[in-house]
């Protein structure tokens, strides 16, 4: 595995990093191509394509483990990588960290959520006690060799944003190299997350259709984030594009009416490298 949480952090020292989310190694390659510089291999995008299901604690760490390593075999690209709660306690979180670091995460995220977690966006959340995350977190820091460790809490949602920031520079202060408050309601708690912790890489995550208003990078980058996340766009992008596809071939028995918003099947496989491939495979026949 290549060493590239230094990186990501000199990349958010320098301003703001936008990480589009993934869902898959094809997305990967393809936000890859598009000029990101950083991707976020979402946890709810893991849900919604691999099981079909939603966020809701579903996932364990195996499938996240073998998820980010078929991406990070695809893209150069740092990964930051949702782990949910660690999968357990702090000895779980511990094993969390070196897991996914051998499969590629250049950060890796851990929530206070108890556990079965849900998505940081839908209701009913519940925290695990302050003092259990420290530990957790501490547990993380311990483990991990040069990934960076990014510290969410859940506590707006259910405590208050006023508590939220109180765990939120425990985390600081406890070494967590990026702090992220989920689901600041208004752009103006935003900037209140932001003068709250001065000095502190912050992250900021847009859900369309979620409790935080979506920003542009650069109105996020100027109130004072380092990093940005578009987590589980694509999926949303990719589930309307297949709903009107299959309504399509239904419909008609055909796809022709559909093929002016998909690539055919030439263009698929040069935006995947298939020539290129072919062309390497022939190379190390020709030595045999």
């Known amino acids: ?13 320098e301003g703001l990093v936008l990480a589009p989310g993934v869902c898959d190694a094809l997305t990967a390659h393809l936000a890859t191509m598009a000029g990101a510089r950083a991707l976020y291999v979402s946890g709810a995008a893991l849900a919604y394509t691999r099981l079909g299901r939603p966020d809701v604690g579903l996932t364990m760490l195996p499938d996240v483990a073998s998820h980010v390593a ?7 690209l740092p990964l930051v990588v949702d782990a949910d709660t660690g999968f357990g306690n702090a000895i ?12 590629g995460a250049a950060a890796i995220q851990l929530e206070d959520q108890t556990f079965p977690k849900r998505c940081g966006h839908l209701r009913d959340k519940t925290v695990v006690p302050l003092a259990e995350m420290r530990g957790k977190l501490a547990a993380a820091l311990d483990a991990r060799q040069d990934a960076l460790i990014v510290a969410r809490t859940d506590a707006a949602a259910v405590e208050g ?11 600081a202060e406890d070494g967590a190299d990026v702090v992220f408050v989920e689901a600041p309601r208004s752009r103006a708690d935003l900037a209140r997350v932001v003068a709250a912790l001065p000095g502190v890489a912050l992250m900021a995550n847009m859900v369309e259709g979620g409790a935080t208003p979506v920003l542009p990078a650069d109105e996020l980058a100027a109130l004072g984030f380092r990093l940005a996340i578009f987590p589980g766009g694509i ?7 297949a709903s009107d596809y299959y309504a399509v071939l239904m419909r008609d028995g055909s796809t022709a009416a559909f093929s002016d918003r998909m690539w055919d099947f030439d263009e698929l496989n040069a935006a995947i490298g298939t020539p290129e491939l072919l062309a390497e495979g022939r190379r190390y026949e020709e030595k045999a």
């Open 70 to 76: 078929a991406i990070a075999d695809r893209t150069p």
């Open 92 to 103: 779980n979180a511990a094993r969390t960290v070196r897991v996914l670091e051998r499969a």
């Open 161 to 171: 944003l006023e508590r939220a920031l109180e765990r939120a520079a425990a985390f």
């Open 1 to 13: 595995m290549t060493a590239v949480g230094g990186g990501l952090r000199a990349m958010m020292v």
């Open 235 to 241: 999926v949303r992008a990719t589930a309307r594009a």
